[in-house]
């Protein structure tokens, strides 16, 4: 059972360039999230989705999309990668309502813009 | 969500009960407190969480206050490999409920 899987594990860009990162859950969890780790603070929403087909903003979603094609996959895109966008990158995932669940993380994404 | 206030950081003395404290004062009704922790760079893992009662699982016990403003995570026997960042939170119930993250408190166990 691999949980959440998270592709690729490291990357580094140069500032405007496009990048995908993979998130793959096999619980059949209906919830996903994206998160950001910069050093120091706490995880910070991005988009999460509460089923396939839908997506919705978090926190910080500016400069970023996401889409939810497949219940197992969700994708985190950067149309023109920026400095600011350097950080670790935590998907998640859950079965339902996290009033009564827990979520389960991936390992994360680190990324640098340079 | 409501907002939580957790210590900046605790020490712990190894094979000591850690008791790691949470305010969170404007909880609503239907809103759940979560413990995660977070060690070295690796992703969150879930802890524990509780409504009203006292809960206990393998790794810890939750404690919440009969107010429900405040709550405590207690290892009971803490070992070096607990030494992580351990995050509070409170989320509601519901389709729209999401995992909302503050800066939590960094447990030191040593020798």
């Known amino acids: 059972n691999a949980g959440v899987t998270q592709t690729p594990k490291f990357r580094v860009l140069k500032t405007g360039q496009s990048m995908t990162l993979l998130c793959a859950q096999d619980m059949n969890h209906e919830y996903m999230y994206w998160y950001r780790q910069d050093p120091g603070m706490g995880l910070r929403l991005i988009h999460y989705s509460v089923g396939e087909g839908t997506t919705a903003k978090g926190e910080v979603p500016d400069g970023y999309n996401v889409s939810r094609l497949k219940k197992q996959n969700f994708l985190l895109g950067l149309e023109s990668a920026a400095p600011s966008q350097t950080s670790v990158y935590f998907c998640?995932?859950?079965?339902?309502?996290?009033?009564?669940?827990?979520?389960?993380f991936g390992q994360g994404t680190r990324l640098t813009v340079v | 969500d409501a907002k939580t206030t957790q210590p900046t950081s605790m020490d712990c003395a190894e094979g000591r009960a850690a008791n790691l404290p949470c305010n969170h004062s404007?909880?609503?009704?239907?809103?759940?407190v979560y413990w995660y922790r977070q060690i070295h760079s690796q992703g969150p893992q879930y802890i524990i969480h509780g409504l009203k009662n006292n809960e206990t699982n393998e790794m810890a016990s939750l404690i919440i206050t009969e107010d429900r403003k405040s709550s405590t995570l207690i290892l009971p026997h803490a070992t070096l490999r607990d030494t992580a960042v351990y995050y509070c939170?409170?989320?509601?119930?519901?389709?729209?409920?999401?995992?909302?993250f503050g800066t939590g408190t960094r447990l030191q166990v040593t020798l």
């Open positions: 939170i409170v989320s509601f119930t519901g389709t729209a409920s999401k995992l909302t």
């Open positions: 998640a995932s859950s079965g339902g309502s996290l009033g009564d669940t827990e979520a389960f």
């Open positions: 404007t909880i609503s009704g239907n809103e759940y």
